[in-house]
């Protein structure tokens, strides 16, 4: 038994019975996340053009491009709905590094593993849109794909995602595989041909953070999904073991630093990552940010703070996790665009404290042109410390007065999950430009009851755009 044959068959073997109810109720979650983060973000001049490229270009319409009345060839629909879904890095998170030994003794590896959500739903999505698949066949493809994504994570190692991988993507791609493999109903042989043929496309690079690349990585894992799983299902072939063989997938991306490749059949605490959840996001902005801008709106607000009272701030933070996840947001003092503004922790610290509000329109270019939101970052200062594990956020007033707070997990958090009524007012506000209100909470209610469903089609019937005249 070699590493990629026991992905294959955990993949081939994992049946809606072995899943726990939790498990599926936070898959159902990721979908309802993943569809609101695809509705806002189809509306990105970066998801039109790529929209107005592949339009142009192909003439077999097949499954559907939510947020517009396009339809594209299966590939295509996953690779703009990837990149839509993930164009605002508001979507659906996952690390086992964050809280490791709350976690499992398999997460203590503390892997960064990234957005889950906006490779592997676009493939479910996109199959589901063109031939019968229920529901319960929907989550179970995911969690195939989630959970494969997470132990090649814990057996690939730290290194893969500090070197500069974009794990959202490399990691991505075998999990939007895994899903398309399990949905498509592929044989043994085929699901290790179509994760060699994925292997070999993995790519993502962290230097295209705060850019449109970095989502457009996002969607080109759900593209190489359908991709890898179709070659392999018309008999194309590849090495039988290019997750765990010399010059593999885990030697290559992890630096030589990988865990043995045998590893990857582990599992954590409970038998599934998922059960647990993924983090969904509050804010609009870098994971790692989360915590520390929701400390600031908190001080704000509760002491009614104005940007003009705020002499300094300053943010302690573990150098280990902030490097990990966030070390482009250090590396320059104000962005230069919206986008950027997203991983910018001076930048986010500082709209937070002048506006007391934190929304999409925080993150873009006529945001970033406010003199008070200048003016405090220029005076925030991050305290890099190797030696802390906690983290505060300290404020320092003209009139002399210091507020300090330490930073906890934000809300969404996988150990502070969204109370229903959070979870509804995001998707509504995401959908809202795109969808008529009463329209966009039918989908939300459809959503909720995915499990039930008997034909996905019925619920992307609720998310269709009607065409423009």
Not at 61 to 83: C, E, I, Q, Y
Not at 195 to 219: E, M, T, Y
Not at 355 to 374: C, K
Request: charged share 20%; aromatic share 6%.
């Amino acid at each position: 038994m070699n590493a990629t044959r026991i992905l294959a068959e955990f993949v081939l073997g994992l049946e809606p019975e072995d899943i726990p109810e939790t498990v599926f109720r936070n898959a159902v979650r990721s979908f309802t996340d993943t569809m609101a983060c695809v509705f806002i973000g189809s509306r990105e001049h970066s998801v039109r053009t790529l929209l107005d490229m592949l339009s142009a270009n192909d003439s077999e319409p097949a499954a559907a491009v939510f947020g517009t009345s396009a339809r594209l060839p299966l590939m295509h629909a996953a690779l703009v709905n990837g990149t839509a879904a993930h164009a605002l890095d508001y979507d659906d998170t996952f690390s086992t590094l964050a809280h490791a030994n709350e976690r499992s003794q398999a997460a203590a590896a503390g892997m960064t593993v990234g957005h889950l959500g906006s490779c592997v739903w676009p493939v479910v999505a996109a199959i589901g849109d063109t031939r019968k698949v229920n529901g319960t066949e929907a989550l179970t493809a995911y969690t195939a794909g989630f959970e494969v994504a997470c132990r090649l994570a814990h057996a690939i190692g730290p290194s893969h995602y500090s070197h500069g991988y974009h794990s959202t993507s490399t990691l991505g791609c075998i999990a939007a595989t895994a899903a398309a493999c399990k949905l498509l109903r592929l044989e043994s042989g085929q699901v290790l041909a179509a994760f060699s043929i994925a292997a070999s496309q993995a790519s993502g690079l962290r230097g295209n953070f705060g850019s449109a690349v970095k989502p457009l990585q996002a969607g080109n894992a759900a593209r190489i999904g359908i991709f890898a799983a179709d070659l392999a299902r018309r008999g194309f072939k590849g090495a039988p073991d290019i997750i765990g063989a010399d010059l593999g997938f885990l030697q290559v991306l992890g630096l030589g630093k990988s865990r043995d490749p045998l590893t990857v059949g582990d599992a954590p605490t409970g038998g599934f990552y998922l059960h647990e959840g993924n983090t969904i996001k509050f804010l609009p902005c870098g994971n790692a940010l989360q915590g520390y801008v929701e400390t600031m709106l908190a001080l704000v607000n509760e002491n009614a703070l104005q940007a003009d009272q705020i002499r300094t701030i300053e943010a302690q933070l573990a150098m280990p996790r902030y490097r990990v996840d966030t070390e482009d947001g250090v590396n320059y003092r104000y962005p230069q665009s919206g986008t950027a503004g997203k991983f910018n922790l001076r930048y986010s610290l500082a709209a937070a404290a002048a506006d007391g509000r934190i929304s999409l329109q925080t993150y873009t270019d006529e945001a970033l042109r406010n003199p008070a939101v200048r003016r405090l970052a220029e005076c925030t200062v991050l305290a890099l410390d190797a030696n802390v594990n906690t983290e505060h956020l300290t404020i320092t007033l003209r009139d002399g007065r210091v507020l300090s707070a330490q930073v906890g997990p934000s809300k969404g958090h996988w150990s502070m999950p969204f109370a229903e009524d959070l979870m509804r007012a995001k998707f509504l506000d995401c959908a809202h430009p795109v969808l008529e209100r009463t329209r966009a909470e039918a989908l939300y209610r459809s959503l909720g009851e995915l499990l039930h469903c008997s034909d996905l089609r019925e619920v992307f019937a609720l998310a269709a755009v009607e065409a423009q005249v």
